[in-house]
């Protein structure tokens, strides 16, 4: 799927600025609804892409749960993969006057973004990343060493402990990526020796991971597993070029390349069902967006938080820069693919 390509940031900052003029006349913002939403702190909010199903839905839940909970939310801008139009986006969110802002930065190398909003007191919540450098009020993320661990025992088991297996990495230098990529190859050394592991880098870009595939099963052709540390990405080109090889072969049949990947979105789900796919580890972009905005509030109100278990069933860390709310991720695969709790199944 092609990146869509966002207006110019110029444009973004005019019409934010647009709607501080709205606000300043009385009313509140476009994305809030609700009595007294206006006396609340103004919470600034950077979708991260649009290219990706995990992150459409993310957005979806985000604008759902801004309106049913009355947030005070600024209109939402999307940086697009794009370290600069992320820094463009945050300033518009600065000069509005934004209490606490939402980001999920693609690129982790935003420490220069970072030391600007402490020092004007504007905590930070980062949403699926954790920022390498730079002070943060929580990140928001499931455990991405799970994600790879899982993936790994998973196809490891299914191929018996032994074969060859393709792993499209997420990019390297972001943290994501490399807790997959690290938990996988770790898992796969000392519980598999026997399965070979070809690590296939794609910068979290789909056409990249089905070229690299492609390559791969040409001077592959016996493959035997897939790990997609990005299904919301990988999935559709994933599955489009194994249908051309005539490789896409349902679950329990001869020639079937078993898969697993990473987030559960519906498309996921609806590939477990017909067997195209094995398993995915869900990311839970409902619960992402619900305490991304619980934690925005939550700054911009002073409130403080410790280290330890909370009560939505997660643990908070503490991290060289902040803290750290691990949310719980499930594996499924066909035995729980209908599970009504799963996100996957409860979005449109």
């Known amino acids: 799927m092609q990146i869509t390509r966002r207006r110019p940031t110029h444009a973004v900052a005019a019409v934010l600025v647009l709607a501080a003029s709205a606000t ?29 199903d995990f992150w459409y839905a993310y957005a979806q839940y985000l604008r759902n749960d801004i309106g049913s909970n009355g947030v005070n939310a600024l209109s939402l801008s999307n940086s697009q993969y794009d370290a600069a139009n992320l820094a463009a986006d945050v300033r518009a969110f600065e000069n509005l006057g934004a209490k606490a802002i939402v980001m999920a930065p693609q690129d982790t190398a935003i420490a220069s973004i970072l030391e600007r909003l402490a020092a004007k007191k504007i905590p930070v919540v980062s949403v699926d990343t954790r920022p390498d450098k730079g002070q943060v009020y929580m990140v928001v993320r499931a455990d991405n060493r799970a994600y790879g661990t899982k993936a790994c025992e998973f196809l490891g088991k299914q191929l018996g402990g032994k074969g060859k297996v393709a792993e499209l990495q997420g990019a390297l230098d972001s943290i994501n990526g490399r807790d997959r990529s690290e938990a996988f190859a770790e898992c796969m050394k000392t ?46 080109p994933t599955l489009a070029l194994l249908q051309e090889k005539g490789l896409l072969k349902p679950a329990g049949k001869d020639g079937h390349i078993s898969i697993v990947s990473n987030d559960g979105t519906p498309q996921e789900l ?27 509030e939550a700054a911009a109100a002073g409130k403080e938080f410790k280290p330890g278990a909370t009560d939505h069933d997660s643990t908070i860390t503490k991290l060289p820069n902040g803290l750290e709310d691990q949310l719980p991720a499930q594996l499924v695969t066909k035995s729980n693919v209908n599970d009504k709790s799963l996100w996957g199944n409860n979005v449109g």
């Open 270 to 296: 609806a590939a477990i069902h017909t067997g195209n796919i094995d398993a995915t580890v869900s990311q839970p972009a409902d619960l992402y967006a619900k305490y991304a905005l619980y934690y925005a």
């Open 191 to 236: 519980k598999f020796p026997k399965i070979q592991v070809f690590e296939l880098a794609t910068d979290w870009k789909g056409d990249v991971a089905a070229a690299k595939l492609r390559t791969l099963l040409t001077e592959n052709p016996d493959l035997d597993g897939i790990y997609m540390q990005a299904g919301g990405v990988f999935l559709q």
């Open 24 to 52: 300043a006349c009385g009313g509140a913002s476009d994305n809030a609804t609700g009595s007294g939403v206006d006396k609340k702190p103004a919470i600034g909010i950077d979708l991260p892409r649009s290219d990706s």
